[in-house]
């Protein structure tokens, strides 16, 4: 079975550019969470969506983020003029269901790195 | 609001040795707690959680964590260090957020970096 997918893995950009970052949940799940981690921090929560559904984005900045799950395809984190605060790993997990005792499971992340 | 500290940002042992790391949470519902490893340059693992019930909650390579509700910790202990548990541990907490019954979101610690010396 495959686990959570995360694409790319590596991604360099210049600032002003636009980032995107692609994640493929586990089979037989419905709910994705992203996270930011930034150096020597913790994972700190970004989004939380369900299928055509984003229902908690308490995380995001307000400006240049955004995320979607279509019905059909990955889960999208979107960065638009990307800055060099941006650079830090992005994590996606997905759960089977949206409870709080589910386990989370995680893809190996996306570093993005700004110049 | 949930929240998690973990002391100690390095810890280092030696081969064989105890193994203890240090997690305490400040939550204002029953919380549902979680310890997760990472690798460098890969992604988080689940080493183990605790929901309900029993308070001594045993995980993968051979790491257990009791839950204390009276001094609102998880600490993760393992007897007997090997040099492949060198690793970054996270704990974690379960945002206790409701969304039309559903919760979810985790809050981590900064983390604590496990060096094995031989």
């Known amino acids: 079975n495959a686990g959570v997918m995360q694409n790319p893995r590596h991604l360099v950009r210049r600032r002003g550019q636009e980032a995107r970052l692609r994640c493929s949940p586990m089979k037989g799940h419905s709910h994705v969470y992203w996270y930011r981690q930034l150096p020597e921090e913790g994972l700190k929560f970004m989004v939380y969506l369900q299928k055509e559904n984003i229902i908690d984005e308490s995380g995001m900045p307000k400006e240049r983020f955004s995320a979607e799950f279509p019905k059909e395809g990955p889960s999208i984190l979107r960065i638009q003029q990307v800055v060099r605060g941006d650079s830090a790993a992005y994590f996606c997990a997905s759960s089977r269901r949206g409870s709080g005792q589910e386990t989370q499971y995680f893809g190996p992340g996306t570093r993005l790195l700004v110049l | 609001a949930q929240s998690v500290t973990q002391l100690g940002s390095h810890v280092s042992v030696s081969e064989g040795a105890l193994v203890l790391l240090r997690c305490n949470y400040s939550s204002s519902v029953p919380p549902y707690l979680f310890w997760y490893v990472q690798y460098p340059n890969q992604g988080l693992q689940l080493l183990l959680k605790y929901t309900t019930g029993a308070t001594l909650v045993k995980g993968i390579n051979g790491f257990e964590a009791e839950f204390k509700k009276s001094e609102t910790s998880f600490h993760l202990t393992k007897p007997s260090a090997h040099m492949s548990d060198a690793a970054e541990y996270f704990c974690?907490?379960?945002?206790?957020?409701?969304?039309?019954?559903?919760?979810?979101?985790?809050?981590f610690g900064k983390g604590t970096k496990l060096s094995v010396k031989p």
């Open positions: 974690a907490v379960s945002d206790g957020m409701n969304y039309g019954g559903s919760q979810g979101n985790l809050i």
